[in-house]
């Protein structure tokens, strides 16, 4: 599966975006999509996970309640509703997919990736 992520940009703090990853090639259904965010310097950290169907969901501790990840699979889209945007959410955004099982934290567990989207969070 092939993924292509958009949606990043500049917002003010408290501020909201949307990201969107959109999905080609195989049945979008049947892989779990997560979103990742890096900056310089540091390891691709974890932010949420959604299952194939959309009913399970998984989060960071550092956005829950402030981010949402849901996914659209007629469209072959996944998103990441991201509000009350901090400083400290500054990174590049990948969406990620597998066809594992589980809602996984770890980036090693994903085997497909987008190009990642940049959001800058000003104060």
């Known amino acids: 599966v092939q993924l292509q992520a958009c949606g990043g940009g500049l917002v003010q703090a408290g501020g909201s975006l949307r990201l969107s990853c959109a999905a080609s090639?195989?049945?979008?259904?049947?892989?779990?999509m997560g979103w990742f965010r890096q900056t310089p310097g540091k390891e691709r950290e974890f932010v949420a996970a959604?299952?194939?169907?959309?009913?399970?969901?998984n989060y960071a501790d550092s956005v829950k309640g402030r981010f949402a990840i849901s996914r659209d699979n007629a469209e072959n889209t996944v998103y990441l509703q991201m509000n009350r945007l901090k400083p400290e959410d500054t990174a590049v955004y990948y969406c990620?997919?597998?066809?594992?099982?589980?809602?996984?934290?770890?980036?090693?567990?994903?085997?497909?990736w987008g190009q990642g989207t940049l959001v800058t969070v000003s104060s």
């Open positions: 090639g195989r049945t979008f259904s049947w892989y779990i």
């Open positions: 959604i299952s194939g169907m959309g009913d399970l969901t």
């Open positions: 990620a997919g597998d066809t594992g099982r589980y809602l996984l934290s770890s980036a090693s567990a994903y085997e497909y």
